[in-house]
């Protein structure tokens, strides 16, 4: 939270003096309860009534007149709202080492089950493509699809041979320009999601899809799935390792202003897509608050009156 006019908060200095005086004040006039009263008759002349009763009021007041100065200064807090019409493209690799079951029952289907939960969890105003991967890269669903299509094309996804990382992040580029555009015709805000657990072995380089991605103005935030055990069947019956590799995809991340993540479990993974579920399709919004404190103010300043009216009949 910060304040729009913070200078106005120097008028606290005024309560707190004010809070001095009445402390000075009702000290005094205890003295002089003493001065002029035996303190045999102390007690019939001026009975003590409890001592949070003859204070509540005034604490009330001043605590009152404090949160009518905090909301005099303007206060305004940082507010995640949903973007308009933002575009979210998730690209999801379905290579061969996807079958790998070092994330049992494979990486595959824990990849689908977190990716479904991913596209649930967005809110509805979020357009949401999906681009599949492996040596060829497919618009599974373009943006502007019913949310149902792309969970129906998650269940789907078959895998194939090879991994074109880059070209799956030029396909992304492609669907991004497929969504409507607004009332100005500009292109909407837009966030690539990219998971894969391999390296590029065919098609555009990751560096060339990546400076692509930067000069479009849109992040990619990448997924290093899988486990440095994983392995596949060779089909010669033997195995073939398939181990994860994070860091050319966190390369793509920094290169293009995304976040680079990396899962070796269900858990895992489906923490890494709320992290990103935080971010895509939201944006810090300052809103005011003043409400709050003035709210709080009118009930304090309501119940000093109260009190004072029950307990000494009259008002603070």
């Given at each position: ?17 004010l ?35 003859r ?82 890269t497919?618009i ?49 805000p ?14 555009r ?25 994983g ?86």
């Open positions: 939270m910060r304040f729009l006019a913070p200078e106005r908060l120097l008028l606290l200095v005024g309560v707190g003096a809070a001095g005086g009445w402390v000075a004040v009702s000290l005094q006039q205890r003295r002089n309860l003493l001065r002029f009263t035996s303190v045999e008759m102390l007690d019939v002349v001026a009975p003590r009534p409890p001592r949070w009763r204070h509540a009021p005034a604490v009330a007041y001043l605590l009152a007149l404090a949160l009518l100065v905090v909301a005099y200064a303007q206060p305004v807090r940082a507010t995640r709202v949903a973007k308009e019409r933002a575009v979210v493209v998730l690209a999801i690799d379905t290579s061969l080492s996807m079958e790998a079951d070092d994330v049992p029952p494979s990486r595959l289907e824990v990849a689908q089950d977190a990716a479904r939960d991913f596209v649930e969890s967005l809110p509805e105003d979020i357009d949401v493509a999906l681009v599949t991967f492996n040596g060829t497919t599974a669903v373009p943006p502007g699809g019913e949310r149902e299509a792309v969970l129906d094309a998650i269940d789907a996804m078959e895998l194939g041979e090879s991994t074109a990382i880059g070209e799956a992040i030029f396909t992304a580029l492609d669907a991004i320009e497929m969504a409507p555009g607004g009332e100005d015709g500009e292109r909407p837009a966030r690539v999601v990219l998971m894969s657990d391999g390296e590029t072995t065919v098609g380089s990751n560096e060339e899809a990546a400076a692509a991605a930067a000069e479009a103005g849109v992040p990619v935030d990448t997924i290093a799935f899988g486990t440095p055990n392995v596949i069947d060779d089909g010669f019956g033997g195995t073939e390792p398939v181990p994860v590799a994070p860091e050319p995809l966190a390369e793509i991340a920094a290169a293009t202003g995304g976040r680079a993540f990396e899962a070796g479990s269900h858990a895992q993974l489906s923490e890494a897509y709320s992290d990103i579920g935080r971010v895509v399709g939201y944006e810090e919004e300052e809103r005011d608050v003043s409400g709050w404190f003035l709210g709080g103010a009118l009930l304090l300043l309501a119940a000093a009156g109260t009190a004072s009216l029950l307990w000494a009949q009259r008002l603070p």
